[in-house]
């Protein structure tokens, strides 16, 4: 995604109707038991000094790839677990395509993989073979997070990264999507063991970033086959985002940020520009529209340090999913995009 290729504006939310397919994996059960936040103390102390100032020399020249890693960090954990499989590269001549490849991954951009990469690459030579990609993700993220505005807090390790075979067929039923019901995505946050809460909070992570235009298009010409835009949209919004994308043809690398207040700093904007009918997507939309999630968007719209440490507490929640440890489903890797 090119940032240069533009930066129109606002709004968004939108549409139709879902996507979960039924068999998303239950990781909730998976043991986590074992992260702590010392884990590197004595073989890698320097760990979160290293990944800090990768991540604090590349935000100042490149803030967009805070959002993109932290997203990377979300559908790393959503499939498969927090395991570093989203960060491994197809191989030539290999049967089945990694998680990488698949369509709902295509949108991250390559400078995101670059920078785990990157501090993974300045790790091993201070600590070599003892840190795990998964846990370098997660610090990552975190760093970003805060590097953007939003709240730091502790980030438990001992994540070991998958050797599972590539399988980007587990993408599309595991990840949320712009068109995915309310019901649907309460189902999947709770199979990773996230509940109602972690759902509307950590969309406060749309508080930063950019999404294509085919994401939300649906709400801008022909609502749910009505002919309309959504009615649920800011009309001001709407023709702002109308200019940006036409319902035909455009330019598929445009994309608008997320929060059209503020949308390079992590706050609760995002919440308050929702209760505005200024959500860009269907489902950031729906989080206000919804009874069962209106109290929670509400309640982050109107008090920041509230959003700030529930966030915090579900990113170490979301920080669990399915994480692994041990040689039978485990490896720490020398580069993040090869298995060992
Ligand atoms: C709850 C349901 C969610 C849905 C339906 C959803 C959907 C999306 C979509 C469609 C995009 C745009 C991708 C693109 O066009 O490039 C996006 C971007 C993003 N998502 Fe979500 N998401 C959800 C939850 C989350 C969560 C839980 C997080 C993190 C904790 C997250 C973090 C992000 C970030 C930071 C971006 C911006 C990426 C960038 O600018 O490169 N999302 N999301
Ligand atoms: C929902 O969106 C995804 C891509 O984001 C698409 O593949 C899928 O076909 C859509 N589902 C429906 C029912 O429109
Ligand atoms: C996933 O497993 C956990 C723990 O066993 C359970 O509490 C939760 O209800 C399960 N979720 C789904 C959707 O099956």
Redesign the pocket.
């Known amino acids: 995604?090119s940032l240069s290729s533009s930066i129109l504006i606002l709004l968004f939310s939108t549409t139709i109707t879902t996507c979960l397919s039924s068999e998303t994996v239950n990781t909730s059960m998976v043991h986590h038991r074992f992260l702590t936040v010392d884990y590197y103390a004595k073989t890698c102390p320097q760990l979160e000094q290293i990944v800090a100032f990768v991540t604090s020399q590349n935000f100042k020249v490149s803030p967009?790839t805070?959002?993109?890693?932290?997203?990377l960090?979300?559908h790393d954990c959503f499939v498969q677990g927090c395991d570093g499989s989203i960060l491994i590269s197809m191989k030539p001549g290999s049967m089945g395509l990694p998680e990488k490849e698949s369509e709902d991954n295509q949108?991250?951009?390559a400078y995101?993989y670059q920078i785990i990469e990157k501090a993974k690459a300045m790790v091993e030579m201070k600590c070599p073979g003892v840190v795990s990609c998964a846990d370098i993700l997660a610090l990552a993220?975190r760093d970003y997070i805060h590097l953007a505005g939003g709240p730091y807090y502790a980030v438990k390790k001992g994540r070991w990264d998958g050797k599972q075979k590539p399988m980007a067929s587990l993408v599309y039923p595991n990840?949320?999507?712009?068109?995915?019901t309310i019901d649907n995505?309460i189902k999947?946050?709770s199979s990773k063991g996230l509940t109602l809460n972690d759902?509307v909070v950590?969309?406060?992570?749309?508080s930063?970033?950019?999404?294509?235009c085919?994401?939300?298009v649906n709400r801008l010409y022909n609502f749910k086959g009505t002919n309309k835009p959504d009615p649920d949209m800011d009309p001001r919004q709407l023709k702002s985002l109308r200019m940006t994308c036409p319902q035909h043809g455009g330019n598929v690398g445009v994309?608008i940020p997320?929060d059209a207040t503020t949308p390079f700093s992590f706050d609760n904007a995002y919440f308050q520009n929702l209760q505005a009918k200024l959500g860009l997507?269907a489902?950031?939309k729906e989080?206000f529209l919804d009874p069962r999630t209106r109290p929670l968007v509400q309640a982050f719209a109107n008090d920041k340090n509230k959003f700030f440490q529930d966030f915090s507490s579900?990113?170490e929640r979301?920080g669990n999913v399915g994480v692994k440890r041990g040689k039978k489903h485990g490896e720490i890797r020398r580069v993040c995009n090869m298995h060992l």
């Open positions: 995604m967009a805070a959002p993109a890693t932290i997203r960090f979300f949108d991250i951009p995101a993220a990840i949320p999507h712009a068109n995915s995505l999947l946050f759902l950590l969309s406060g992570a749309h930063i970033g950019y999404a294509h085919k994401h939300f994309v997320f997507l489902t950031d989080l579900a990113m979301l």
